[in-house]
């Protein structure tokens, strides 16, 4: 309850701030108008002419209410910029218009005044004045300040986009910078290391061959997870051939009690991928998945391409979830919900994660978009529908 208390304040202080903005707004606009008249004006109309001016504001104002509620309909369907920039030309045209037909109707009730005669209404300073408000012309300024009002909008509105992305990348390496740390944490750990080299120092007497492979597969997963930078994308072959190499790894310490294969398809190898996002999956699997029974493990992990031309990466493991554990809820290792948080960083709604158990098998599942790297001719999506 109190986190969500906290969480709506933010929200509340920008609205009261762009409230304060734009009322601040249009009360200088109307009083300028205001001010632009003082010196040409009789005393005795100052009191008629200021009202006149600021009803003409709250008309203003409150057509920009209804522009900002259709430029943020607008916003939701992503357009580009051709398509917003005629938008605003559209709106603030057909809002002017209507800004000036609306402060006709208002302005006879403005000029209403007791106290004055009526010839002294028909002074020539105020006759020029009220002549130009129902001019072409004026209609004309309406929609100039209309359509600033629209340009300072979208200026303001992009600036945010700039400072919320700014937000999510640094957010976004800090969780990859979080995950690096974790895995040499919990995975590149002495004592993970001890085993490897004994499984390795064994298998000198008994196969060289298969000794030397293993020393050359454990040099090329340290070099990929002590050098490399967490924050950069790789392809998705790159992300493999590290998993192999711990895969392989552990198959020299569980021997037969643990079966892995690793398959990605040609079309999405090239694709890239944020580091790191996969092999904690991986890792998961082996630590919970054989803590699971004494029965043999059994981890397949594989990336495809799906019907809509996107990545899907799986890393099915037999065994079963613990009671309470879904997609939604906190992973083991550095953690289910780090990798959630990560790719919607990243990606927005436009990837998914899911976490299911279907017969005997624990399915853990990434779907995110297929993206190649600059200057790729083509993309996943294209190879796939040529393939």
Same mark, same amino acid.
């Given at each position: 309850?109190?986190?969500?208390?906290?969480?709506?304040?933010?929200?509340?202080?920008?609205?009261?701030?762009?409230?304060?903005?734009?009322?601040?707004?249009?009360?200088?606009?109307?009083?300028?108008?205001?001010?632009?008249?003082?010196?040409?004006?009789?005393?005795?109309?100052?009191?008629?002419?200021? #009202?006149?001016?600021?009803?003409?504001?709250?008309?203003?104002?409150?057509?920009?209410?209804?522009?900002?509620?259709?430029?943020?309909?607008?916003?939701?369907?992503?357009?580009?910029?051709?398509?917003?920039?005629?938008?605003?030309?559209?709106?603030?045209?057909?809002?002017?218009?209507?800004?000036?037909?609306?402060?006709?109707?208002?302005?006879?009730?403005?000029?209403?005044?007791?106290?004055?005669?009526?010839?002294?209404?028909?002074?020539?300073?105020?006759?020029?004045?009220?002549?130009?408000?129902?001019? #072409?012309?004026?209609?004309?300024?309406?929609?100039?300040?209309?359509?600033?009002?629209?340009?300072?909008?979208?200026?303001?509105?992009?600036?945010?986009?700039?400072?919320?992305?700014?937000?999510?990348?640094?957010?976004?390496?800090?969780?990859?910078?979080?995950?690096?740390?974790?895995?040499?944490?919990?995975?590149?750990?002495?004592?993970?290391?001890?085993?490897?080299?004994?499984?390795?120092?064994?298998?000198?007497?008994?196969?060289?061959?298969?000794?030397?492979?293993?020393?050359?597969?454990?040099?090329?997963?340290?070099?990929?997870?002590?050098?490399?930078?967490?924050?950069?994308?790789?392809?998705?072959?790159?992300?493999?051939?590290?998993?192999?190499?711990?895969?392989?790894?552990?198959?020299?310490?569980?021997?037969?009690?643990?079966?892995?294969?690793?398959?990605?398809?040609?079309?999405?190898?090239?694709?890239?991928?944020?580091?790191?996002?996969?092999?904690?999956?991986?890792?998961?699997?082996?630590?919970?998945?054989?803590?699971?029974?004494?029965?043999?493990?059994?981890?397949?992990?594989?990336?495809?391409?799906?019907?809509?031309?996107?990545?899907?990466?799986?890393?099915?493991?037999?065994?079963?979830?613990?009671?309470?554990?879904?997609?939604?809820?906190?992973?083991?290792?550095?953690?289910?919900?780090?990798?959630?948080?990560?790719?919607?960083?990243?990606?927005?709604?436009?990837?998914?994660?899911?976490?299911?158990?279907?017969?005997?098998?624990?399915?853990?599942?990434?779907?995110?978009?297929?993206?190649?790297?600059?200057?790729?001719?083509?993309?996943?999506?294209?190879?796939?529908?040529?393939?």
């Amino acid at each position: 309850m109190m986190g969500g208390l906290l969480a709506t304040r933010p929200r509340l202080s920008a609205f009261w701030m762009t409230t304060l903005i734009q009322v601040s707004g249009w009360f200088a606009y109307g009083l300028s108008t205001f001010l632009s008249l003082l010196p040409h004006m009789p005393p005795h109309m100052r009191g008629i002419m200021l #009202a006149t001016k600021m009803s003409r504001a709250v008309i203003g104002m409150a057509l920009s209410l209804v522009m900002l509620m259709l430029y943020r309909w607008l916003r939701s369907r992503r357009p580009g910029i051709a398509v917003t920039v005629i938008a605003a030309w559209a709106t603030s045209a057909v809002f002017g218009v209507l800004w000036m037909r609306l402060f006709q109707l208002v302005l006879p009730a403005s000029l209403r005044h007791p106290d004055v005669p009526r010839a002294e209404m028909t002074l020539p300073v105020l006759a020029a004045d009220m002549e130009s408000h129902l001019t #072409a012309g004026s209609t004309v300024e309406m929609v100039f300040v209309l359509l600033a009002w629209s340009g300072m909008y979208h200026a303001i509105v992009h600036w945010r986009d700039l400072q919320e992305r700014e937000r999510q990348m640094h957010e976004a390496q800090r969780l990859a910078h979080h995950a690096q740390v974790a895995m040499l944490s919990y995975q590149i750990n002495p004592h993970f290391l001890f085993n490897a080299l004994n499984s390795i120092r064994a298998m000198i007497a008994e196969n060289q061959r298969r000794a030397k492979d293993m020393v050359t597969q454990l040099a090329v997963f340290l070099r990929y997870t002590l050098t490399a930078d967490a924050t950069r994308h790789v392809t998705v072959a790159e992300e493999f051939e590290m998993i192999d190499g711990y895969l392989a790894i552990e198959a020299i310490r569980f021997e037969e009690r643990l079966d892995a294969q690793t398959y990605v398809d040609p079309h999405v190898a090239g694709c890239r991928i944020p580091r790191f996002i996969v092999h904690p999956l991986v890792e998961n699997a082996i630590k919970h998945g054989r803590a699971a029974g004494g029965q043999p493990l059994h981890l397949r992990v594989r990336a495809a391409p799906s019907a809509e031309g996107r990545v899907m990466i799986s890393v099915r493991n037999t065994g079963a979830l613990k009671p309470g554990r879904s997609s939604g809820a906190q992973g083991f290792g550095v953690g289910w919900k780090n990798i959630r948080h990560r790719l919607e960083l990243l990606y927005g709604s436009d990837a998914h994660f899911t976490v299911v158990e279907q017969d005997g098998w624990v399915v853990v599942t990434i779907d995110m978009p297929a993206v190649m790297p600059a200057g790729s001719n083509a993309t996943a999506s294209g190879a796939i529908q040529h393939a």
